[in-house]
């Protein structure tokens, strides 16, 4: 039995702990792994039609060449892999216990609601995505004839982890209003449109557009920044706004939890 | 002791009467949802907008025009999209596993109707919920994207005729590729198939006069280009009448064809039903 004293990294123990359980459950149904490749590669096909579209009319997008859209699509794909292995799946449990009351069963645990409503649902097979995503990625990068160093190999996965860290909090943001507006389910497919946007570099978008995309939703912290680093675009000034943004996101976003935390009502109200 | 008896109703009375109470039932639910409805039109529009900047981008690359087309032209395409993609929504194929297993189908085959009507009826109904939400939506659109749109009254009436027609030919295609599920539970691949192909195939992606012409002589042949790509070009596109006929003619032709599918379909189908619940 764990003493009173709080140990800092339980988090991360229960996260595996929830991910061996959640990866075991899967495994069990293993045509889902067959399947999950089979429509992301669909996917995949289709995405790249519309950049052959594209460039069969342009050498290149706003200053944007081929592979480069490449390297932009693969870093879309990767972090939606991301998104829907280990974000979203959480999220519309948080919806669906908030609106049956189960929400409960997490608030007397003796561990920070918030993690875990975070950290308790992983669909494995959805990272198929992030597999496809790297490879997309590197048939671009490779054939963009400039090589990536380590420099550009650490700004990317900064990038990456400050752009899941804003989705995750864009998301938690938007699940909390759960607790005033019960029905939220269509809250997924509205961000599944907007993240779409992602496919291509948010400064193809006009302005209003693109501040948007940037501070509203973070697509472009999500995708398009990633895509920066590792084509060698990126500038010192957006990483750093990037982490900015990024606390302050985490800041807000733990605040507004408590809050809403605070006007559920639970399983007998 | 039996009721008294009651006039006989006629077949034509008798489906209109059912389509314009199944349309108000339609309405009166749909319009309680007025927020969640707006939330999925929102989203909905995320997918034209992107198109219509990435094209429009390059078309102001290329001096102008790209295939012969402007960015208010672009516009025009996809603000027009928006409608014309609410009104393709139909019962989606995928809710047919819910229907068979949970039984719900065995009250929909009790009625004295094919059940299409009821999807055709509700679905219907619900799309002047949708068009009335959708006024806002274009007004907007309009305003931010600037679109190059002069109908002439032919193509008005030419388009209000071909949303229509467009939702009738996605209906009971739909309803043919949901009955797959009769046979088989893993229709996730077979159906996101079918969506690749009309995405690329109708003119939901581009305007199809910018697709490869291998693929436009094969959207020619297959009913997608009809459900989207032709209720588009006939309000934007300026076609001359006997192309705005035939297009008509060509929507009429695929809702025969799928009509008649449905009845061979059904038939096999329903002998796979067994359900112990609903």
Known sequence: ?269 | MTAPARPAVGPVRGYLDYYLTSMRIAIATQFQYRVANYFYMIGMVAEPVIYLVVWSTIARQQGGEVGGITPGQFAAYYIVWTLVRNMNIIFTPYGWEERIRTGELSGMLLRPVHPIHADLGFFAGWKFVVIVLWLPIAVVLSALFQPDLQPRPIDVVVFAFAIWGAYLIRSVNYWILGMVTFWTTRVGPIFQLVFTAELLLSGRLVPLSLMPDWAQRLADVLPFKWTFGFPIEALVGRLPAPELLGGLAMQALWIAIGAIGVRVVWRFAVRHYGAVGG
């Open chain 1, 1 to 269: 039995m764990a003493g009173p004293a709080r140990e800092p990294l339980r988090p991360l123990r229960l996260f595996g702990v929830f991910f061996r359980i959640g990866a075991l459950n899967e495994l069990q149904y293993r045509a889902n792994f067959a399947i999950q490749v089979f429509q992301s590669v669909i996917a995949l096909a289709t995405g790249l039609a519309v950049i052959g579209l594209v460039f069969s009319q342009t050498t290149h997008l706003n200053d944007w060449t081929q592979p480069e859209l490449l390297a932009v699509m693969g870093v879309h794909i990767l972090m939606g892999g991301v998104i829907q292995t280990f974000i979203q799946p959480n999220m519309v449990r948080l919806m669906t216990d908030v609106r049956e009351g189960t929400l409960d069963f997490i608030l007397t645990k003796p561990e920070d609601a918030q993690v875990l409503v975070s950290i308790r649902e992983v669909k494995i097979w959805q990272a198929v995505d992030v597999l496809i995503g790297l490879v997309v990625l590197g048939v671009g990068v490779a054939q963009l004839q400039a090589s990536i160093g380590p420099i550009q190999a650490i700004a990317f996965a900064v990038a990456l982890l400050l752009g899941a860290t804003m989705i995750y909090c864009f998301w938690l943001i938007l699940t909390t209003g759960a607790f005033w507006i019960v029905r939220m389910d269509e809250i997924h497919e509205l961000f599944e449109g907007v993240y779409q946007s992602g496919r291509w570099p948010v400064t193809i978008y006009p302005g209003w557009l693109r501040i948007s995309l940037t501070y509203l939703v973070p697509i472009a912290f999500a995708v398009t920044v990633p895509a920066e680093a590792i084509t060698s675009r990126l500038t010192v000034e957006t990483i750093a706004i990037a982490a900015v943004f990024a606390a302050a996101l985490v800041v807000v976003t733990r605040a507004w939890w408590r809050f809403g935390l605070r006007h559920y009502s639970g399983a007998s109200a």
